[in-house]
């Protein structure tokens, strides 16, 4: 009997632990280049960025927050300037209390390829949306 509910109960936990990690699929790629306030001898600039991985052809996302839930590129959506990136929090409900930066590569649509400057459009779901200007003459 007590093994029955030993595996009871660890199938409820694991479970548990299942869904509370799950979110939104995130797309791109973790990418490890130094964005804005990653090396600073000030006050870091912790604000949403986007810059160009390879100019005219992949570009990076980087927004501060949980470590444990960072807010990630979910979709996107082709903008009359540029991509439109929707930014969900991912992680579950129970996250971190640091602050770190998390940073994703992403193609550039071809429509906007040879084409400039590029508006990379942040859609959040908490806080006002950013556009960023990346001009094709840009080096990463």
Same mark, same amino acid.
């Given at each position: ?22 979110g939104p ?9 130094? %964005? @804005?306030g990653?090396? !600073? ?9 986007? +810059?160009? &991985?390879t $100019?005219g052809? =992949? ?5 501060y927050?949980s ?8 979709a996107?959506?082709t ?5 439109i ?7 579950g409900?129970a996250?971190?209390?640091?602050? %770190? @930066?998390?940073?994703? !590569?992403?193609d ?7 084409e +400039?400057? &590029?508006? $990379?459009?942040? =859609? ?17």
């Amino acid at each position: 009997m007590t093994t029955g509910v030993g595996s009871v109960l660890l199938a409820s936990v694991l479970a548990l632990a299942a869904t509370g990690c799950s979110g939104p699929e995130v797309i791109g790629e973790p990418y490890d280049g130094a %964005g @804005p306030g990653v090396l !600073a001898t000030h006050s870091a600039d912790t604000g949403p960025a986007a +810059g160009w &991985v390879t $100019v005219g052809e =992949r570009f990076f996302v980087t927004t501060y927050g949980s470590s444990s839930c960072p807010t990630a590129p979910t979709a996107v959506e082709t903008g009359v300037r540029g991509p439109i990136v929707t930014m969900s929090r991912t992680g579950g409900n129970a996250c971190t209390a640091d602050l %770190g @930066p998390a940073s994703y !590569a992403l193609d550039l649509p071809g429509r906007f390829r040879g084409e +400039g400057p &590029v508006v $990379v459009s942040l =859609r959040f779901d908490d806080t006002p949306d950013v556009d960023v200007e990346l001009p094709l003459s840009a080096s990463p």
